[in-house]
Each structure stands twice: as C-alpha cells, then as structure tokens.
C-alpha cells in the first residue's frame, strides 16, 4: 500500500501505535481532500482538466520543494489555490511525495 510506502520510506523514528492511527487518520483524510477538492480541477483521477495533469509521469523531474510551494502557497496569477489554510506544510509535503510515486486511491 501506498502508506506503508510512504512509512517505509520516512527519515523519522517509527511513530508509536498511537500516533500511527493518528497519522494514518490524517492520511486517510488528505487523499479524499486531494481526490475531491483537487479533482475538480486537475481531474478525479489525476489525469488533468482546468489543472494540468498530477501523475508520476507529469510531475516527474519537478523539485519536490516545488510542488510542496504549489500546494501550500498556490500559483499566482492561476486558479491554483494556495492550501495553507487547510493543511499543514508537513501535509503538503506528503501529498506532493504521494503524488511523485502515484497518489492512493482510499
């Protein structure tokens, strides 16, 4: 699973059981924010639409900071919204991550 990836792949310390089902709440949370709200724009499946396509092949050689930019402050001067009031910068984080290896769908 893509969670078990992203755990897989982390520089930090193993959570501890309680914090895993705190962190796996707010994941769970962020991938149907990212399929609703983001799929109004760049399609349900990530595909494109009004915003450009959000798959590993289109986002592959973008800087991670970047996308983490894009998602947290927006584009300027484009519909992109920035997220920041939402969700955390460590949130942003993990969507771009997620996105770069292919987002999960639940």
Same mark, same amino acid.
């Given at each position: 699973?893509?969670? @078990? #990836? ?7 310390? &193993? *959570? ?14 962020? @991938?149907? =924010? @990212?399929?609703?709200?983001? +799929?109004?724009?760049?399609? /349900? !499946?990530? !595909?494109? +639409?009004?915003?450009? &396509?959000?798959? *590993? !092949?289109?986002?592959? +050689?973008? &800087?991670?900071?970047?996308? $983490? ?9 484009? &519909? =992109?919204?920035?997220?920041? +009031? /939402? ?11 997620? #996105?770069? $290896?292919?987002? *999960? !769908?639940?």
């Amino acid at each position: 699973s893509s969670l @078990v #990836l992203a755990a897989a792949c982390s520089t930090a310390p &193993p *959570p501890s059981s309680a914090n895993l089902t705190a962190g796996q709440a707010q994941q769970q949370k962020l @991938v149907r =924010m @990212v399929r609703q709200d983001c +799929g109004s724009c760049h399609g /349900m !499946t990530l !595909t494109g +639409g009004l915003g450009p &396509p959000l798959t *590993p !092949t289109a986002l592959a +050689g973008k &800087p991670l900071d970047s996308l $983490v930019a894009t998602i947290y402050h927006g584009r300027h001067g484009t &519909p =992109m919204p920035g997220w920041k +009031g /939402m969700i955390s910068e460590a949130d942003a984080r993990w969507i771009a991550e997620q #996105l770069i $290896v292919g987002f *999960p !769908t639940e």
